[in-house]
């Protein structure tokens, strides 16, 4: 018999007990392994993302619906969808409560990249193209129709970041620029040239935002003060050579995680710029570009690797929690934990949920 906590919800209201109150699903395997009952039970408890509860995530499905590689995973606000884009020009849509795939999309001229949920609304999402134009779409998933384009960057689109307070987000290019845009007119709304490529991301608040820039500093903006550039920059080198891929902030507004297409990711501090811990000992030879990720509460980080395991450190203690195997048969390129439930998804032409276990 196997128990898993299937919808664990996040109660972000108390973020010094970080406690979290759960709906209990008992999945029952008979010995054969060909069926599969579902039993429910609701049950508040006062659970953390500990060490042990890392340890004890299994992958509770699979699903194989790509030919080609995964390259964003998302989940909306709420925790109740995720959405995923992949090199074969697929959107596909996850309904996280039923735990079922609910169907795919296509966009097969332009490609499909960088997929983000907006604020508030599960209903719609912005992504980039990775084919012919370097256009940022709004789409409407309910009748798969756009309701707006984005257009000003004039190379592709490597990083994207929403507002987690309203319309607003921003997109980083090829092109050396940072523009900000507003869900709700396609004209941008700022512009920062930067004297290389640049990823950025919103902390939780959606005032400030990060910039890492040519894979060697970050530099912080105020939102409501943008044109008078950066109020803090910080400089932090790797002792390889390595491109910089993602950059995000842990939920506590504490953080700032690096993503590298190199054997290691990077935890600063948000304030200082100080190197608080660096990561390795996981598989990239081939310098692909692995997305990292905060746990929720702020407590771990994550990462995939070539070899298809995930790897868990302590973001306070630097130690290294877990090496968990999901049988991935690729890199994990992406791997996002849910904002409001206890599973997280990891994807390499496969996508995967994953659930805490305990096996009798």
């Given amino acids: ?30 010995p054969d392994k060909q069926r599969l009952f579902k039993i429910t039970a609701d049950c508040t408890v006062g659970m953390k993302i500990t060490d042990s509860v890392i340890r004890n995530f299994r992958v ?68 980039s193209s990775n084919k012919i134009n370097d256009t940022i779409r709004y789409l409407s998933l309910s009748d798969n129709k756009y309701i707006r384009y984005f257009s000003g960057h004039m190379a592709r689109v490597i990083s994207l970041s929403m507002s987690p307070v309203d319309d607003t987000f921003i997109s980083g290019s090829l092109d050396k620029t940072i523009r900000i845009w507003d869900l709700r007119c396609p004209d941008c709304q700022g512009l920062a040239n930067l004297l290389g490529n640049p990823v950025c991301s919103f902390d939780p608040d959606g005032l400030i935002f ?34 910089w891929t993602g950059l995000k902030f842990s939920n506590d507004g504490k953080q700032i995680l690096i993503s590298t297409n190199g ?78 439930y206890m599973t997280f998804a990891s994807a390499c032409t496969n996508m995967n949920f994953w659930l805490p276990c305990v096996d009798d």
Wanted: aromatic share 10%; charged share 20%.
């Fill in 1 to 30: 018999m196997r128990f898993s906590l299937n919808t664990a919800h996040l109660v972000n209201d108390d973020k010094q007990t970080e406690c979290i109150t759960v709906k209990l699903v008992f999945f029952i395997t008979p």
């Fill in 60 to 127: 509770a499905r699979t699903y194989r619906q790509n030919s080609q590689k995964v390259n964003c995973v998302d989940y909306s606000p709420n925790g109740e969808n995720a959405i995923s884009s992949s090199d074969d020009d697929c959107i596909v849509l996850y309904d996280i409560q039923e735990g079922r795939m609910k169907r795919t999309l296509f966009s097969k001229k332009y490609g499909v990249d960088l997929i983000r949920y907006t604020h508030g609304d599960a209903q719609q999402v912005v992504y």
């Fill in 210 to 243: 990060a910039a890492g820039v040519e894979s060697q500093a970050i530099k912080l903006y105020d939102l409501r003060a943008f044109d008078k550039g950066p109020f803090a920059s910080f400089e932090t080198r790797f002792n390889r050579a390595c491109d």
């Fill in 263 to 340: 054997g290691m990711i990077r935890v600063l501090d948000a304030i200082s710029g100080s190197v608080l811990h660096t990561f390795s000992g996981y598989n990239n030879s081939r310098a692909i570009a692995l997305e990292a990720c905060f746990t929720p509460d702020s407590q771990f980080v994550m990462i995939g690797s070539e070899d298809g395991r995930v790897h868990v450190w302590s973001s306070e203690s630097g130690m290294k929690v877990a090496v968990l195997d999901g049988k991935h048969p690729g890199p994990i390129n992406t791997l996002q934990f849910n904002p409001r």
